[in-house]
């Protein structure tokens, strides 16, 4: 059985606003893209939920002072994942994520593997940029530390892209009675292809992605926003 819940808005979810800032990775300076993000839609398990103050938006809008949480109640965890975009296109080098506010204390829900994808536009496929498994390469794992970044970088890429996804297939462990994942933020780093404009625009009708036909047992939820 498929059960597919889409909400396509006229505009997308734009979440905060770019940043003047650098990031040094192996002696070369990249622009780090901080908020300025577009939402175009994110996959949860159907019985997961997330609290009002740390939806799925709080994890690409330019603040580390909130997260993304998803709590599943399931008896495993299941795979879920967050699709945006960028103002104009970039070559991505890499990509920072921040660990959430409370990580010392809840200190299983860091991702274990994850990977992200990327493309240049809403009909292409999907090209997988990086990937990552703690468990293979122990050094990939987020600190066990409040509101902490690690770098993570892919500078041998050369391909521009504005169309990005997350997906988190394992989280480190079980909270007691739940599956819980969350981060505070990500922010992508590299090189504009063409000047950036520091301030948000909405979305054209042409940016609108193709609406998800997500097959899924048990059954989730794709939501397009």
């Avoid at 809008?61 to 109640?73: E, L, P």
């Amino acid at each position: 059985m498929r059960v597919v819940m889409t909400f396509l808005l006229a505009l997308l979810t734009s979440v905060g606003t770019w940043a003047d800032e650098t990031v040094n990775v192996g002696g070369t300076d990249y622009t780090l893209f901080t908020g300025g993000y577009t939402i175009d839609g994110y996959i949860i398990p159907h019985n997961a939920n997330t609290n009002s103050g740390e939806k799925y938006t709080k994890f690409v809008d330019g603040s580390k002072d909130n997260k993304w949480c998803v709590v599943n109640s399931s008896s495993s965890w299941s795979t879920i994942s967050i699709d945006f975009h960028t103002t104009t296109p970039i070559i991505p080098k890499g990509y920072v994520l921040t660990t959430g506010g409370d990580t010392k204390t809840y200190t299983k829900r860091n991702p274990k593997t994850w990977k992200v994808y990327a493309k240049a536009e809403p009909a292409d496929e999907w090209t997988e940029i990086d990937s990552r498994d703690i468990t293979a390469v122990p050094a990939d794992a987020l600190p066990v530390d409040d509101t902490t970044d690690k770098t993570y970088s892919m500078t041998s890429n050369t391909a521009s892209y504005k169309y990005f996804r997350f997906e988190v297939m394992n989280i480190v462990g079980k909270s007691g009675n739940d599956w819980t994942f969350q981060l505070a933020e990500m922010q992508l780093f590299g090189t504009a292809v063409q000047d950036a404009q520091h301030n948000m625009r909405f979305a054209s009708v042409s940016d609108l992605a193709t609406p998800y036909a997500y097959t899924g047992n048990p059954i989730d939820i794709a939501y397009t926003v």
